[in-house]
């Protein structure tokens, strides 16, 4: 018999969106777009404090014409239960390596 938590990672073990971007020619495709859950129960520490989260993956496959910064990227954001994000990758520009990431400092609820 299977526990919740071991369904759980079952269930969001798969690809729950699948997407293209393209350039702004229609028939030049940039990346192929996967948007899974990964890495449930992982521990962040952030300026505000430390949360468990589950992490939505974004890995982003890039087309032979647009991998100047490589042929996958990935980015990440991750989210602890009754907070939200807690970090967040941000877009990047297909032409650029770097990656900016995002910390909580505060939240406030009503």
């Not at 020619?25 to 404090?49: A, F, M």
């Not at 970090?87 to 297909?94: A, D, N, R, S």
């Amino acid at each position: 018999m299977r526990t919740i938590k071991n369904l759980q990672l079952v269930l969001f073990s798969y690809v729950f969106d699948e997407s293209y971007n393209t350039a702004s020619n229609p028939n030049d495709t940039v990346c192929r777009i996967e948007r899974k859950i990964t890495e449930q129960d992982l521990v962040v520490s952030t300026p505000y404090g430390i949360f468990e989260t589950s992490n939505c993956q974004s890995k982003y496959f890039m087309y032979p014409n647009w991998t100047f910064a490589g042929t996958q990227r990935y980015m990440n954001t991750r989210f602890a239960k009754d907070v939200g994000i807690v970090t967040e990758t941000l877009p990047f520009f297909t032409s650029d390596p770097d990656y900016v990431e995002r910390r909580l400092v505060r939240y406030h609820l009503n």
